[in-house]
Every structure is written in structure tokens, then in C-alpha cells.
């Protein structure tokens, strides 16, 4: 179960980092957007801190690390590597046959960056770096973001020095090595403070994860039949394999709304919406508590380990959210559940109010904590 708000005020000129020489990092787990902006949000704070500190990310050729990483300019690299969890059998025999090879290009990475520390994301491709930087003897944290552990992470937990958790049954598998802070996100959306509308169409935002989620787009492409531009507003992002067809669906209709493979600025976007309606990855949900937006949850049913439910469960059991199961959701009850919160805003602001109380404001400063603990032992 999430925890309530865990803030406390630090000063910058007091953060655990002070008096440490300017540091290598390197990030690993990249891939879908989730993982990768958990990196970003810590690599800002930490050239806040001291602008001479570098960074790295290893990603996979598959990933998002061009889209998001080179306009922020950073530097990025990839590797092979592929999930094992609940994949087909020839997809798995292909991802363990790339584990020797992602191993030996991790550890010419690590021997040419020379990272003082390694953060692995959750992210398969984190498994193969963890794996090098273990051989190397180079420290390593982990971030858990789900709050049932993800096999990567379960297998690497015995080598890590520390693991950031968001849950506090997550820490209880790693031991003393858990510790519990939070998901890193980015500081925009703590500063969302943007109210729900009280009058007017209710401003919803739909998206499945930054490559889209197919069965989102096309439930929500029957539901509008159902839904009036006079209740509702839609900012609809489908992935790029899904764009053509649901902007269409939308013309079909004739119900006007932003349609957009990729929405770059996200956090701009929650800031618009009063309602959003989306799946439950872990740094999906850290982003709506962090913003404090009401949501509507539809877990991937095929999840490893079913964490997206159990994510969507942590919001929903306190009111902030509700979820949606895909084996019972049809496009009727889709656009009755979003008919129904249109109609009561007092709910919504109270479900945003639940959402923002779940949030972990000082999830980077805590992590940080963990990253200046580790790169003191190690000196």
C-alpha cells in the first residue's frame, strides 16, 4: 500500500550530496517512457545541485531514449536485451540468448564511462547492466516503482547495495536493502495545482503508456458514440501504430478532439484535464498522485506479476481513482463511468484531493539520500 505524504522541506544548500566530488551516474532500464523519466527527474535535480555531475543511459534500440533523451541533451547508448516474463516461449529463447552479448556491451559501457554508481529502472535492459556492474564491483541502486517487484529486480536485489521501493510491502522482499521513497517524477507535476471544472465539459486525457495501448484506443473509439462534445473534451494519445484509425474514428463520429500519436509536454497535459483515463503503470500512477488527478484505470491484463492492478488497486482503495477491469469493460460502461463523474465534480475533487494525498514530494531528495550514502561507503 502506498503511504500518505512523506514531504519534508529540504534545503538545497543541505542536500545529501554536499561535499561529494561531481559524480558518473549511469541509468539503466530505459525503454518505455516510464523508465526513462524517472532517470530524468533524477538527473535534473542532481545538475541542480552540481552541474559537473554526467550521466548515461543504456536503453535498448526499441526504446524512447532518442525521442526523449537527445532534446534534452543527454547522452545515451543501447544494448540487447528482452523481457522474460510473461513473453512467448520463442520470444524468451531469444532474450536469454542476448544476455551474454547485452553483458559483454554493458561491460565495455561501464568500462569506458567508469559510472562511481550504476541505477537500474526495472526495466529489462537494466538486467544486463546490473549483471556487468556486479562483475565490475561498481555500486549499484535499484528502483523498484511497482508495488509487486518485477523479476529483474527480484534476481538483482541480492547484488544491490540499496533498493528504492514505492510500496511498503515491495521493501519487505528486499530486507534491510529496502528502502521505502517513493517514485522519482518530475517536479512539473507536483506543480499542477490547476482545480477540476466546475461547470462546463469535463476535460478528459487518454493515454496507454507512451507506445499506446490498443485496447484503450478502441474502446474509447466505440465509447464517444455514446458521449456528447457537450460533456466531454477529449486529448486522446494513441501510440503511433494506433493514430491513424482512432483519428478517424473521431472524424466518423464527428466528435472533435486532440488526437496525437505522442503528447511531448505530459505534464501540460494533466494540467488540463480533470479526468484521465489510462493504464496503470507505476509511473503513470506516481504522475496522477503527484498532479492530483482523478483517474479511471484499465490494468494490462498481462502485466508481469500482475503489478498494473495491483498499482491501480493502491489508488483506488483510497478513493483517488477506479479501476477498471478489461476482461468486464465495454465501451457502454466505459463512457457510463466517465458520463457519471462528469456529472459530479464534487467527486472528482475529492478524488483529486485522495490522489495528491498518495504522492511522495520528496521522493528525489530521499532517493538522493540513498545515492550520497552509497557513494560515501564506497570511497
Same mark, same amino acid.
Given at each position: 500500500?502506498?503511504e500518505?505524504?512523506?514531504?519534508?522541506k529540504?534545503?538545497l544548500?543541505?542536500?545529501?550530496?554536499?561535499?561529494?566530488?561531481?559524480?558518473?551516474?549511469l541509468?539503466?532500464?530505459?525503454?518505455?517512457?516510464?523508465h526513462?523519466?524517472?532517470?530524468?527527474?533524477?538527473?535534473? $535535480? /542532481?545538475?541542480?545541485?552540481?552541474? &559537473?555531475?554526467? %550521466?548515461?543511459?543504456?536503453? !535498448? @534500440?526499441?526504446?524512447?531514449?532518442e525521442?526523449?533523451?537527445?532534446?534534452?541533451?543527454?547522452?545515451?547508448?543501447?544494448?540487447?536485451?528482452?523481457?522474460?516474463?510473461?513473453v512467448?516461449?520463442?520470444?524468451?529463447?531469444?532474450?536469454?540468448s542476448?544476455?551474454?552479448?547485452?553483458v559483454?556491451?554493458?561491460?565495455?559501457?561501464?568500462?569506458?564511462?567508469?559510472?562511481?554508481?550504476?541505477?537500474?529502472?526495472?526495466?529489462?535492459?537494466?538486467?544486463?547492466?546490473?549483471?556487468?556492474?556486479?562483475w565490475?564491483?561498481?555500486?549499484?541502486?535499484?528502483?523498484?516503482?511497482?508495488?509487486?517487484?518485477?523479476?529483474?529486480?527480484?534476481?538483482?536485489?541480492?547484488?544491490?547495495?540499496?533498493?528504492?521501493?514505492?510500496f511498503?510491502e515491495?521493501r519487505?522482499?528486499?530486507?534491510?536493502?529496502? $528502502? /521505502?521513497?517513493?517514485i522519482?517524477? &518530475?517536479?512539473? %507535476?507536483?506543480?499542477?495545482? !490547476? @482545480?477540476?471544472?466546475?461547470q462546463?465539459?469535463?476535460?478528459?486525457?487518454?493515454f496507454?503508456?507512451?507506445?499506446?495501448?490498443?485496447?484503450?484506443?478502441?474502446?474509447?473509439?466505440?465509447?464517444?458514440g455514446?458521449?456528447?462534445?457537450?460533456?466531454v473534451?477529449?486529448?486522446?494519445?494513441?501510440?503511433?501504430a494506433?493514430?491513424?484509425?482512432?483519428?478517424?474514428?473521431?472524424?466518423?463520429?464527428?466528435f472533435?478532439?486532440?488526437?496525437?500519436?505522442?503528447?511531448?509536454?505530459?505534464?501540460q497535459?494533466?494540467?488540463n484535464?480533470?479526468?484521465?483515463?489510462?493504464?496503470?503503470?507505476?509511473s503513470?500512477v506516481?504522475?496522477?498522485?503527484?498532479?492530483?488527478?482523478?483517474s479511471l484505470?484499465?490494468?494490462f491484463?498481462?502485466?508481469a506479476?500482475?503489478?498494473?492492478?495491483?498499482?491501480?488497486?493502491?489508488?483506488?482503495?483510497?478513493?483517488?481513482?477506479?479501476?477498471?477491469?478489461q476482461?468486464?469493460?465495454t465501451?457502454?460502461?466505459?463512457a457510463?463511468?466517465?458520463?457519471?463523474?462528469e456529472?459530479?465534480?464534487?467527486?472528482l475533487?475529492?478524488m483529486?484531493?485522495?490522489?495528491r494525498?498518495?504522492?511522495?514530494?520528496?521522493?528525489?531528495?530521499r532517493?538522493?539520500?540513498?545515492?550520497?550514502?552509497?557513494?560515501?561507503?564506497?570511497?
Amino acid at each position: 500500500m502506498m503511504e500518505g505524504n512523506l514531504a519534508r522541506k529540504v534545503d538545497l544548500e543541505e542536500q545529501p550530496l554536499a561535499g561529494i566530488s561531481p559524480l558518473r551516474i549511469l541509468f539503466a532500464g530505459g525503454g518505455t517512457g516510464g523508465h526513462i523519466y524517472m532517470a530524468v527527474a533524477l538527473a535534473r $535535480r /542532481l545538475k541542480r545541485i552540481d552541474p &559537473r555531475h554526467r %550521466f548515461l543511459f543504456v536503453g !535498448t @534500440p526499441r526504446g524512447l531514449e532518442e525521442r526523449i533523451l537527445s532534446p534534452l541533451g543527454f547522452k545515451w547508448t543501447t544494448i540487447r536485451a528482452g523481457g522474460l516474463n510473461r513473453v512467448g516461449l520463442r520470444k524468451a529463447v531469444r532474450s536469454l540468448s542476448e544476455i551474454p552479448v547485452g553483458v559483454l556491451e554493458s561491460r565495455r559501457i561501464l568500462a569506458q564511462f567508469r559510472p562511481h554508481l550504476m541505477v537500474g529502472l526495472g526495466g529489462y535492459s537494466s538486467g544486463p547492466v546490473a549483471v556487468a556492474a556486479r562483475w565490475m564491483r561498481t555500486p549499484s541502486l535499484l528502483i523498484e516503482p511497482n508495488a509487486e517487484p518485477g523479476l529483474t529486480n527480484r534476481i538483482l536485489g541480492r547484488w544491490a547495495d540499496r533498493i528504492a521501493v514505492a510500496f511498503e510491502e515491495t521493501r519487505q522482499h528486499f530486507g534491510d536493502k529496502g $528502502r /521505502l521513497t517513493g517514485i522519482p517524477v &518530475r517536479d512539473e %507535476f507536483y506543480r499542477i495545482r !490547476t @482545480p477540476i471544472h466546475r461547470q462546463g465539459p469535463l476535460h478528459l486525457l487518454v493515454f496507454g503508456g507512451s507506445q499506446g495501448s490498443r485496447p484503450l484506443n478502441e474502446f474509447m473509439c466505440e465509447a464517444i458514440g455514446h458521449l456528447s462534445p457537450k460533456q466531454v473534451q477529449i486529448c486522446h494519445q494513441t501510440g503511433p501504430a494506433g493514430f491513424e484509425r482512432v483519428r478517424e474514428a473521431y472524424r466518423a463520429r464527428s466528435f472533435p478532439a486532440r488526437v496525437t500519436p505522442y503528447i511531448d509536454d505530459m505534464p501540460q497535459a494533466f494540467q488540463n484535464a480533470d479526468l484521465v483515463l489510462s493504464r496503470a503503470g507505476a509511473s503513470t500512477v506516481a504522475e496522477i498522485a503527484a498532479a492530483g488527478r482523478p483517474s479511471l484505470l484499465v490494468p494490462f491484463p498481462q502485466a508481469a506479476d500482475d503489478h498494473q492492478r495491483k498499482n491501480a488497486l493502491a489508488l483506488a482503495q483510497q478513493g483517488a481513482g477506479r479501476l477498471l477491469e478489461q476482461s468486464a469493460l465495454t465501451p457502454q460502461k466505459l463512457a457510463g463511468a466517465i458520463r457519471q463523474l462528469e456529472g459530479d465534480r464534487n467527486r472528482l475533487q475529492a478524488m483529486s484531493e485522495a490522489a495528491r494525498s498518495l504522492s511522495h514530494p520528496d521522493s528525489i531528495d530521499r532517493i538522493l539520500d540513498l545515492i550520497g550514502s552509497i557513494a560515501r561507503s564506497r570511497r
